[in-house]
């Protein structure tokens, strides 16, 4: 007979039904070590069906484990708590299973462990899609000149970015490009690479965001067989791109570990696959991408210093779009042209309109965001001619537009109340008031919610929540 501490029967009571419904391989241990929550998604993960898992022990689930292999008993035993730790095993029935999951012990009100919990995340998916990737990779880019890529702007701003990117592109230094998400990081990192003397070897890029930590690493630096539980020798990037440039993007995504890592190769050119004991040279050229500053970054530690003034040798800063709006027609015609052929009538130009519409409003998501919306535009105008109007999704701008407007009104009212609203009870006019209130500290605050929260001296949840009861929307203020 099973025995379950009350409490842990009364808590898994509460949130079973929600465990149930989060669609992620979950499990809880009693103190004795067995089962007492076992969902659908860890069967599926273990191939060991749901109803045989509950009651019974954890090592009868899994003969071939031994207990110090087990975090899960660890946590019980231990009280040791594991964040985000992964493990590459052969699961019930044998198919290699790519597992990252946190595991904590669970304590009653006296501080006694009488069970353990773990959350996971099935990467086997994930691992397939990046070794198709890199099969990808070493088709397109080994030994190919790629053309230069098309970068659309008349402002002299975007035009000091290009000459300073063609210089640095000749000389074979690492290069950080700092810019907001959708300025346009990966096309300048393919200028320096078609500017440079490598332009005939691989330019691969990795998205360091979208991989966890051990996938970065045997991506990078490639894996010897034997390193892991099913690991196969494959080439890692780096010897991948040999000769060319490694594009890492989103470099401030990347944990401090590997950045050491990282850093060391570019100090010595040399690198350790993952289980090799022999080392690797390879002659490529770093450019890194980061959406972040990097004074924050550096200030709060998320960023190495060392590594930062390592790649600083050539660093470029892309303005957002809001900062040279003199591009945005130039943008909206080379997109407009661009999209022609995907839209079932014919769309030729942009009217007057709607180019003050494109100018007016800011674009945090910046020129990515701006083609999605002129797409979108196209697609829904119902007559052939000129671009009449831009349909800018509410959802998308997710308040970060500093384009309020009253439903009724196309200015922002006084913020002083108004003494003589007939009809309307004090609830009503307070109301009326802290709306407007709402209204002018998000136009000060540039539709930033984080600020404008804190000139208003509230939490950011208590805004969000104030801004859609009283139906705030995004809207074109005109002078």
Known sequence: MMTIDPELLQSLDIFKHFFDLIHQPIAIINKEGKYIYYNQESAELDGYPMEQAIGK????????????????????????E????????????GKLVDYMHTTVPLYNTNK???????????LSTVRQLQDQVFTLNSKLYQNKEQPLPEIVFVSQKMQQ???????????????????????????????????????????ISLNCSALPTTLIESTLF?????????????????????????????????????QSKLLRFLQEKTYWPLGGNKEMYSDVRIVAAMNESPTELLKT????????????????????????????????????DKHKNDINIIISGISEHALQQLISAPWPGNVRMLENAIVRSMVLQSEPGELQHITLDDELFDLNSSFYQDENSSKPDQTTPNRSQHGKNLTQQVENY???????????ANGKIITAAKILNISRTTLQYKVKKYHIQMGVIND
């Open 301 to 336: 530690g998320k960023m190495r210093n060392d590594l930062f003034y390592r790649l600083n040798v050539g660093l470029i800063k892309l303005p957002a779009l809001r900062d040279r709006t003199e591009d945005i027609p130039v943008l909206a015609r080379y997109f407009i």
């Open 161 to 203: 970015v290009i000459d300073q990117t063609n210089v640095l592109g000749a000389n074979d230094v690492p290069v950080l490009i700092v810019g907001e998400t959708g300025t346009g990081k990966e096309l300048f990192a393919r200028l320096i690479h078609q500017t440079s003397q490598r332009r005939q070897k691989p330019f």
């Open 112 to 122: 006694e462990i009488i069970g353990a919990i773990e959350i996971g995340r099935n």
């Open 82 to 93: 594991y964040q985000d730790n992964y493990q590459s095993y052969y699961n019930h029935v």
């Open 434 to 444: 802290e709306r407007q209130l709402i209204i002018d500290a998000l136009n000060q």
């Open 222 to 258: 490639g894996t010897v067989k034997g390193a892991f539980t099913g690991a196969e020798t494959r080439q890692g990037y780096l010897e991948l791109a040999n000769g060319g440039t490694l594009f890492l993007d989103e470099l401030n995504a990347m944990p401090l570990d590997m």
């Open 57 to 80: 022990p954890i090592l009868k689930v899994y003969p071939k484990m031994r207990k110090e292999d087990s975090t899960m008993l660890q946590a019980l035993q231990q009280g040791k």
